[in-house]
């Protein structure tokens, strides 16, 4: 556990901190746990992604079910993030995966949450040019961890894998706002409906298969088959589009 900042150990007094490690968050996560409440701080060195973060939820507080901010601060190159607990539980917990269709249902439903949202005003720009760039410097600076890849993944290197998404783009595109990393650990369900999102920091407007082709792999990956997909663009009232499914599982691979 890091050395906290003064004001921000004095809002922590008498908890203790237990450390978070289901999903994939790059920040380090924390669970605190008092008589009354629960939060959850993020700690991550600056410049790294989670002032990003802070500023998504700062404009979603009045939005859509996220996280509300209790803290947030750079200290010594650390950035501090805390924030309450979101209602329910995560679509990846036992009670979701002993209910499938429940779970896809939420999943369909949060997709329609998110893409309502109008984006005329949205200051957070996650199109497909700024992935790339974003994709491009984590190659060029060795940031892509190739253990991770998915089996059916074909590409021999980062390099090969962004040179064919450059030269692939997907010609179909429908700007909506996204989550950005729509997977099962980060929505989260209470009483038949969709109670929050967490780990929003690459959210912002992006093609809606940005959201629709990972929540098809978290699917996958939570069930072990790729069945569910098909009740999912059933619920989302579209036909499927496996190249923009293909193609963006892929540009998330060099993440």
């Known amino acids: 556990m890091p050395n906290l ?8 007094t008498g908890i203790s ?15 605190y746990t008092s008589a009354h409440s629960v939060f959850y701080l993020k700690t991550q060195p600056s410049g790294q992604g989670l002032r990003r973060e802070y500023e998504v939820l700062t404009w979603l507080q009045d939005k859509l079910p996220v996280p509300v901010i209790q803290y947030f601060s ?11 607990a979101v209602d329910g539980e995560m679509l990846c917990a036992d009670s979701y995966l002993d209910n499938p269709e429940l779970t896809v249902k939420l999943l369909a439903d949060g997709i329609q949450l998110l893409s309502a949202l109008p984006i005329e005003n949205c200051p957070f720009d996650n199109s497909l040019e700024k992935k790339l760039t974003a994709a491009a410097y984590n190659v060029t600076h060795g940031l892509v961890d190739t253990s991770d890849w998915e089996d059916n993944n074909r590409f021999a290197t980062p390099q090969a894998l962004l040179n064919y998404l450059i030269a692939h783009k997907p010609a179909a595109y429908t700007p909506v706002f996204t989550h950005g990393d729509y997977c099962l650990p980060n929505i989260f369900g209470k009483q038949g409906q969709v109670s929050g999102f967490i780990d929003i920091g690459g959210a912002g407007v992006a093609d809606i298969y940005q959201d629709i082709a990972l929540c098809v792999r978290s699917l996958k990956h939570n069930f072990g088959t790729d069945d569910y997909a098909g009740m999912l663009f059933e619920r989302l ?12 599982v892929m540009l998330d691979e060099l993440f």
């Open 17 to 31: 901190p237990e450390p978070i490690t289901i999903g994939y968050s790059a920040a380090s996560v924390y669970r």
């Open 237 to 248: 009232g579209m036909e499927r589009d496996e190249e923009r499914v293909a193609y963006y």
């Open 74 to 84: 750079a200290h010594d190159a650390v950035d501090y993030l805390l924030t309450t």
């Open 5 to 12: 900042p003064t004001d921000l150990a004095h809002l922590l």
